[in-house]
Structure formats: structure tokens, C-alpha cells
Nanobody, 116 residues
Framework: QVQLVESGGGLVQAGGSLRLSCAAS????????LAWYRQAPGKQRELVAG???????NYADSVKGRFTISRDNAKNTVYLQMNSLKPEDTAVYYC??????????WGQGTQVTVSS
């Protein structure tokens, strides 16, 4: 079993920055990849960024050049550095982990609100 807990959300002005954290516990040795998703009311849920155990990363086109995903394996933690935030980035951000063969774990979500 894998458990994920997000933190770092909040309210920022457009152009500002936030750093989200996701701490993993449980069978962390079985984790294959970690990712950040986001969803706002009336909007499509989307994959924001992902990182594999080997360090490969991928980003949604809408956040490329602004967001950076990283990890600290010693702390079993993944981060999402969000710069140049826009009002359209407002959403609940969820940490997701893929482990074992094809299982998936989700965090409880953290709210990010960007004011214009």
C-alpha cells in the first residue's frame, strides 16, 4: 500500500509562485512514477507533470516552461515548482503515484487559487 499527502497550496497573485509537496509512505520501494494532476469545477482533469523512478519527466503543454517537477528520493517526496502562475492554473492539485504493476494511489488534494 502507498499513501500520499499533498501540501503547499494557497492563494497567490498572477505572476507569483508556489511550491507543492507530496510525501509518500507505505510501500515506497514499489513506486514506479509520481505525477501531479489538477481539476477545477467545470474543467477537464489533466495530467500536469510526471516523473519516473529513473528521473524522466513530462509536462502538459500548458505548463511547459513555467512548472518543474522534481523529487527527493531520500525523503520519498515529489515537488511541483509553479512559476508565472495564471488564473487558469486555479484548481485542486492532486498527487498520484503508480506502484507495483499497475496500481495507483491518490492524495487528498490541495487547493491552488491564482487571483488576477
Amino acid at each position: 500500500q502507498v499513501q500520499l499527502v499533498e501540501s503547499g497550496g494557497g492563494l497567490v497573485q498572477a505572476g507569483g509562485s508556489l511550491r507543492l509537496s507530496c510525501a509518500a509512505s507505505g510501500r515506497t520501494g514499489s513506486i514506479n512514477a509520481l505525477a501531479w494532476y489538477r481539476q477545477a469545477p467545470g474543467k477537464q482533469r489533466e495530467l500536469v507533470a510526471g516523473i519516473t523512478v529513473g528521473g524522466s519527466t513530462n509536462y502538459a503543454d500548458s505548463v511547459k516552461g513555467r512548472f518543474t517537477i522534481s523529487r527527493d528520493n531520500a525523503k520519498n517526496t515529489v515537488y511541483l515548482q509553479m512559476n508565472s502562475l495564471k488564473p487558469e492554473d486555479t484548481a485542486v492539485y492532486y498527487c498520484a503515484g503508480r506502484y507495483s504493476v499497475s496500481f495507483q494511489a491518490w492524495g487528498q488534494g490541495t487547493q491552488v487559487t491564482v487571483s488576477s
